[in-house]
């Protein structure tokens, strides 16, 4: 599996120069709200998907007063060999991502190389919001497993942008729109089947988690919708050519697709409490971790930020009886609670390392 064993981090957040060193089972962060856990646990992730998870532009990501930040990680790789990631980025939007000191010839090669995973209290906007966030969510999985599926859905957006433009623009012309209808449907039928048969191998596995972390309280499920499982995108758009034309933007596609979470048939967003949605979102991200093992063949790293937020005590224990059954990899893990994290891990294995942050310095601790 691939395994962080050194991070550096400069100019990222709130963390002005930190090089830290980690255990390859489970890496504990405690401190204070603010204080920058999650700017670490978003600097790992960045290193894997060459974004942050939270923040849509790079700007947000500077230290204040400065206009670069710079990340690099040592991990061990699958086959017992080593290598060196880096990441800089400059305001004006240059960016360059290096394996070894090598860069690579496009960015998104470098997705799937390292595998991730992140729980986090930002993930209830894939309950409470629209299904951009859950279309992002199935993304950001599907693109690390299958770098095709990555190719294929940006070459979608960038033709999509051209036909809304087109349409924008009042300008009709059967024969172009006729063209980019076919192009798109190429490659928005090979989006629906792997987002499909994502789904289907996905839905088991959510239900088991969540039976296990809840107790077997409520059933839970995942619904996929898209335009596609009425027929061909291209006879589709053919038939809404007239709206598009009112409307001035494609109104059907695989950019229109959704995934809906239910709880014993109803939508969770309406009838879950705070804890049942927190409940079905960790078992979501730990039935991903699952598929993407199976997939990528060795563990992703999983990243844990603030777990144990508006779950009760019943759904800790067993979440962590989860935790300690599963043969899970690299595990970093924050908690503004530290005793409560110290008395957890401690119980679970001996091989951890502790960190406590504040202003963004890290401080490893025994």
């Known amino acids: 599996m691939a ?16 090089e830290l060193t980690f255990s390859p089972n489970i890496n504990c962060i405690s401190g204070g709200n603010g204080e920058g856990k999650t700017n670490l646990l978003d600097a790992i ?53 290096r394996r070894d000191d090598k860069p690579y010839g496009r960015i998104s090669e470098h997705i799937g190389v390292l595998p991730i995973v992140m729980v986090s209290p930002a993930d209830i906007a894939m309950v409470s919001e629209s299904g951009d966030e859950r279309r992002k969510f199935v993304n950001a999985v599907l693109s690390q ?7 294929d859905v940006q070459q979608y957006n960038r033709l999509l942008l051209q036909r809304n433009k087109l349409l924008k ?43 296990e972390i809840s107790g077997g309280r409520e059933q839970v499920g995942i619904e996929y919708r ?20 009112v409307f001035k933007f494609t109104t059907a596609g695989v950019q229109r697709d959704d995934f809906l979470f239910t709880m014993d048939g109803h939508p969770i967003r309406r009838c879950g409490s705070q804890g049942q949605q927190k409940s079905f979102l960790v078992a979501l991200k ?23 937020d508006k779950l009760d005590m019943n759904r800790v224990g067993n979440l962590l009886r989860v935790v300690a ?42």
């Open 45 to 97: 992730w960045y290193l894997s998907m060459t974004k942050s998870a939270f923040s849509t532009s790079d700007r947000f990501n500077f230290r204040h007063g400065t206009s670069a930040f710079a990340l690099s990680g040592t991990y061990a790789m699958p086959g017992g060999s080593t290598s060196r990631f880096s990441i800089r980025v400059q305001d004006g939007g240059q960016k360059s991502v």
């Open 145 to 151: 497993m299958e770098q095709p599926y990555l190719s």
């Open 226 to 245: 898209s335009d596609l499982q009425k027929g061909s995108l291209a006879e589709i758009l053919r038939e809404k050519r007239d709206r598009d034309q």
């Open 325 to 366: 059954d599963k043969e899970f990899g690299q595990i970093f893990l924050s908690d503004s609670n530290k005793v409560r994290t110290e008395s957890i891990v401690d119980k679970l294995t001996a091989d951890r390392s502790y960190f406590e942050t504040a202003g963004g310095v890290f401080t490893p601790r025994q």
């Open 286 to 308: 730990f039935a991903q971790y699952e598929v993407m093992k199976a997939a990528c063949g060795f563990p992703p790293i999983m990243l844990l930020d603030d777990l144990f």
């Open 169 to 211: 623009a009042g300008v009709w012309d059967e024969d172009l729109l006729s063209t980019f209808d076919e192009r798109l449907s190429v490659l928005a039928q090979p989006i629906f089947e792997r987002r499909n048969a994502f789904c289907e191998r996905l839905v088991p596995v959510v239900q088991q988690y969540y039976a």
């Open 3 to 18: 395994t962080l064993q050194k991070i550096v981090i400069q100019d990222f957040r709130n963390i002005q120069l930190q």
